[in-house]
């Protein structure tokens, strides 16, 4: 038969819990669980105070208190002396009851003022039975169209309300494991850590909101996962920069040849012709920012997590910014959207975006560092 330590032990192994979490949610001290484990109950300070440990231990392992602790007085039994009636000379009669009385009321003051004073074990109880309902509520979380960040649990629910106005559409938190999966009517969407995706909520082609998953366990599903919600329009709505005359000034484009650092240069489109591009920038983080379209001055601004910027350029548009890790940036040619790399955090960069024309006839759009 199997001692009531080695049950303990071996329904915390399938559980698969630390001594850390269990000393969380039970106010149960590691070294006296290891005690409970160990079968050391000479390490508490007396018998209530062993028992009621022994028992929320059970309660949270999700075994029968009354079984191990059946087990428990059994092999308390087995293991007891020789009454010392049967050694010694009988004690007065009256002596034993009052030595058992005044142990036991000195151990049940003690217990008491463990249980209330010193661990306030009913409080704790209280809470942990509060967090264990709702936990098991599903939270529902109803967009405003303000940005925020919040943490997600599986099962819960963000309600984006329809641009009609008649209702809610449900997006419905799945995994929080590694990536995050957000069930929606339109599909499922995935999304990685530090990645930001725009979501189609309501299926119309258009994106309705930013997500930015900022935090999430690789391993533990329960520690949910931290994510930044930022709608497309509203306050953090896209800053246009309305430049494009009467469109792209070929005799301004120059040749691949003439410009400078022209080796480091990155393709981003190429076409037969040049027209006029956008760049989208959106911050996740606190940046200054500088820009310069074309012929016109520049305009620098500090930005914040959730701000967006538009710059349309004819021939081609100067970037300067203070840590290039807080922003995406997005160019969208013609019928084509380019995705450009992001940067180290804190790291100070400038670049141009610009049409040049290349010896074989061809106009391409590129990316050029500036040192």
């Known amino acids: 038969m199997e001692s009531y330590g080695e049950i303990l032990r071996k329904k915390r192994e399938e559980k698969n819990v630390s001594l850390e979490e269990i000393e969380r949610a039970t ?62 000379k009988q004690k007065p009669k009256y002596l034993i009851p009052a030595i058992v009385a005044g142990s036991a009321a000195v151990l049940i003051g003690l217990g008491l003022y463990l249980y209330f004073a010193v661990f306030n074990v009913p409080q704790k109880l209280a809470e942990k039975a509060l967090k264990s309902t709702e936990k098991e509520k599903i939270h529902q979380y109803e967009f405003t169209g303000k940005s925020e960040t919040k943490r997600f649990y599986k099962g819960d629910q963000i309600l984006f309300p329809t641009k009609q106005g008649t209702g809610c559409i449900i997006i419905t938190v799945g995994e929080t494991k590694g990536k995050l999966s957000l069930l929606m009517p339109s599909g499922t969407q995935i999304v990685e850590l530090s990645e930001e995706r725009d979501l189609d909520v309501d299926g119309d082609g258009f994106a309705d909101i930013i997500v930015y998953l900022s935090d999430i366990s690789t391993d533990e599903a329960s520690h949910g996962a931290e994510v930044r919600l930022i709608e497309k329009k509203g306050e953090n709505s896209v800053v246009e920069i309305n ?49 310069k379209s074309d012929r016109n001055t520049y305009v620098e601004d500090y930005f914040k997590n959730g701000d967006q910027v538009a710059v349309n350029s004819n021939n081609g548009t100067r970037l300067w910014m203070s840590n290039n890790n807080a922003l995406k940036i997005r160019v969208i040619a013609g019928l084509s959207t380019y995705d450009l790399e992001v940067g180290r955090a804190g790291e100070v960069k400038a670049e141009d975006i610009k049409w040049v024309r290349d010896s074989d006839g061809k106009y391409r759009l590129v990316l050029i560092d500036l040192e």
């Open 27 to 88: 106010a149960i001290t590691k070294n006296y669980i290891l005690a409970l484990e160990e079968e050391r109950s000479d390490d508490f300070p007396g018998e209530s105070y062993f028992t009621g440990f022994l028992t929320n231990y059970c309660e949270f392992l999700g075994i029968n208190p009354d079984d191990v602790l059946r087990l428990y007085h059994t092999k308390k039994i087995q293991e007891a002396p020789v009454p010392i009636e049967l050694t010694t």
């Open 243 to 291: 430049n494009v005359d009467e469109g792209t000034e070929l005799a301004e484009i120059p040749s691949a040849g003439s410009v400078k650092n022209n080796s480091k240069r990155v393709v981003i489109h190429e076409d037969t012709r040049a027209y006029p591009f956008t760049i989208n920038v959106t911050f996740r983080g606190s940046c200054l920012f500088r820009y």
